[in-house]
T-cell receptor
Framework: NAGVTQTPKFQVLKTGQSMTLQCAQD?????MSWYRQDPGMGLRLIHY???????DQGEVPNGYNVSRSTTEDFPLRLLSAAPSQTSVYFC?????????????FGPGTRLTVT | SQKIEQNSEALNIQEGKTATLTCNYT??????LQWYRQDPGRGPVFLLL?????KEKRKERLKVTFDTTLKQSLFHITASQPADSATYLC?????????????FGKGNQVVVIP
């Protein structure tokens, strides 16, 4: 199992550009989430999904869109990048039958917006 | 609003000693609490879960306590080793519309000195 994979690992964008961060998992997990991690802020939930076709907003959803057309993939779209979106982005997945509610995190995407 | 506090100062500890980290929270009633380990440039990795009706949990050299009256969890690493050097995150969880949503603390760095 590859677990949770994310691409790209690093990205530099100019203000106003759009891009998609990719996330995939091969564990057949129902739940998938996107977090951002900023120095001194901890991990904050952006969007999450409880299954294919179902998504909802987290704590800091503005400026981001998600969709979940398959169980495996959960891409995060930045519509018009802003310097405030400079951060490290983590995708995570978890299974509904996991008694520990363990979240499996990807390696992260480090995004810089200039 | 909910608040999760972890010590922002790094804990420097001699190899072989017990490292103890604290996670305090307010305005929150978690069903469970998790601890994750994060190494630089990597995603968090799940370590332990403790439920609201449990007082203590152990896993190898790790011990977690959970006091819902004090709204506090303590995380202990016994016989610490240099390989335990990392940042440790606490996360509070509860079910939210079919998903288990987590709220993370900012993390506490541990440095084990040989």
């Amino acid at each position: 199992n590859a677990g949770v994979t994310q691409t790209p690992k690093f990205q530099v964008l100019k203000t106003g550009q759009s891009m998609t961060l990719q996330c995939a998992q091969d564990m057949n997990h129902e739940y998938m989430s996107w977090y951002r991690q900023d120095p001194g802020m901890g991990l904050r939930l952006i969007h999450y999904s409880v299954g294919a076709g179902i998504t909802d907003q987290g704590e800091v959803p503005n400026g981001y869109n998600v969709s979940r057309s398959t169980t495996e993939d959960f891409p995060l779209r930045l519509l018009s990048a802003a310097p405030s979106q400079t951060s490290v982005y983590f995708c995570a997945s978890s299974g509904s039958r996991d008694v520990n509610y363990e979240q499996y995190f990807g390696p992260g995407t480090r995004l810089t917006v200039t | 609003s909910q608040k999760i506090e972890q010590n922002s100062e790094a804990l420097n500890i001699q190899e072989g000693k017990t490292a103890t980290l604290t996670c305090n929270y307010t305005n929150y009633s978690p069903a469970y609490l998790q601890w994750y380990r994060q190494d630089p440039g990597r995603g968090p990795v799940f370590l332990l879960l403790i439920r609201e009706n449990e007082k203590e949990k152990r896993k190898e050299r790790l011990k977690v306590t959970f006091d819902t009256t004090l709204k506090q969890s303590l995380f202990h690493i016994t016989a610490s080793q240099p390989a335990d050097s990392a940042t440790y995150l606490c996360a509070l969880g509860r079910e939210y519309y079919g998903n288990n949503r987590l709220a993370f603390g900012k993390g506490n760095q541990v440095v084990v000195i040989p």
